[in-house]
């Protein structure tokens, strides 16, 4: 079942003479359970990708179809609440984690099911339960400043999870990493992808990461260069 | 989930030192709001406490109390004469520097009729009124005497028989009551050997006119020696259904004198000696009431600052603007109000301490709650500001 649908998409920055085409001509497709590395070097468009992916940053044209819903056409956003959209639908996950500091590992994890109206016991037992999938929950109680990368990076999945997203999108995130570890999150996000039947797009520059991956994208001057999917790997 | 509660948590000597550092300025505002009620208090008190129909003073002088009025002591005579009057009381008031229990202390003198005139003390808290025409005296506790002690003053020693805790002076020193005519002579009367030497000038003078023989000279010289039968005001009380208006009028015309009731003692005092120091301590209210909003803005700004990049993540995850408005506004209320209360309690516990009267009247600690609520909801907006504009996009990179 298709996610995530992206055809003839293109973000031009400025106006007039002086414009800066950052994405051109992006069509892509993304099922459940999908999981998507998207590279390239740096400029290349990927963050600019995302953000639209994200609904953060309004494409020029194109069409962005998610969950079976027309989110942008040419016209522009389609009347779309997109921070209800992305908190209900999309789970993040950082190149530096991006954990809230003064909230504890469990707490982090409650904050987006506390912002869909989740709370109390059930709440509780959703965090715990994802804790422990993350093989975190000894460390419910610490305050991020107390874990190592690794640990973070995992409660930092484990929030994006918190409420079923159906795309998780990863922004570098065996960036702050090293190799063991990073490998680790990887293994973790395939494992999600499988298990949990999200999509998942994980932005990386890192190509010793993507074994395994369902689609590989190069993006190179804002354009997708080279697609490989799983039957191609 | 409250989220403001546990950053608040997590930086718990932050915000505590802030309370207590903008507590302080809130102790001050209240303690200028004490002062300013403690010296129109103290200002109005003996007004208040005297409360006669009317004060007939010097004409076109503001006294006894905003200005300085001197009449012959003999003028409460004419008053009496006029139609409507009942009772008019010849009173003095004055501040002197003198050594009490071997400390100099300064305090005011009132000097009244003691057998049946107005302007005495109202009530005695310990003791009694002075019974004696001579050499008895009822203090302020602010003086710090006790019934029983002899104090000097002048040329003789007076005994305290009575003490008050009402009235203090306008400018909130102790007040001693005397009768009027010991109350002249500590005020008037001089040095024995200051009175000779004056009397021999005097008498040289007179001695000097070829028109005086040596005999009228001497005759002349006991009518033209100072005075001390000096008043400063006339006490009047009125005969019942008296009008008051007409009263003043008929002084006023027929004695060329000046009278007032005490409502318009009151006004001269409130606009004239009072009014410097209330406008004084308006504008340090304010001033400081800026300042505690300035500051509770620059530090609810900086936190939110230092939060920046986690508001950028929650908006990205979705947080709606009132989780965020909810962090940046809980923040700030809590933090005016904990350094209000902070203020309060400081202030209840440690205004008897202050040298001059803080006077907390709970309406003005209420009005000023109000002004500091709307001033933590003010330095909020900054940060606010700053929080709502700030792009989801930041939470992505590194």
Redesign the interface.
Known sequence: MEILRIEGLAKIFGSGHIQVRALEDINLSVSKGDLVALLGPSGSGKTTLLLCISLILEPTMGKIVFDGQTIFQKNGWAGVDMRRVRREKIGFIFQSHNLIPFLTARQNVLFPLDLVGMNGEQAESRARELLEYMEIADRADYLPSLLSGGEQQRVAIARALANNAKLILADEPTAALDTTRGKRVMELLKKIAKENQSAVIVVTHDVRMIEGFDQVIHLKDGRIETEKTNAQN | ?D?AF??M???KGRFIATIFGVGLLFTIVLAMNGLYRGNIDEGLALINATNPDLWVVERYRGGPFNEQSTLPEFYHYSVKAIPGVEKASPFIYYSVERLIAGKSRHFSIVGYDVFDGLGGPQKIYAGRNIQRAHYEMVAHRKLGVRVGDRIPLGLHTYTVVGLTKEAVSTDGEALVYLSLPDAQEVLYQKDNEEVRSQRERLLRTLSGQSYLSQTQAEKLLAPLESDTHIINAVLVRLKPGANRPMVARLIEKWLYLSAFNTQEERQLMLKGRLAGMTKQLLLFRTLLMIISVTIISLVVYTFTME?I??IA????????DW?IVRLVMEQSLLLTISAFLFGVVLIGNTYSLFPKTILLVPGDTLLTFIVVFAGGILASILGLWHALKT???M????
């Open positions: 989930m989220l546990y950053d948590k997590q930086h939060k990049r986690s993540v929650m908006k990205l995850i979705g947080a709606p989780v792009q989801p996009a939470a992505l990179g590194g």
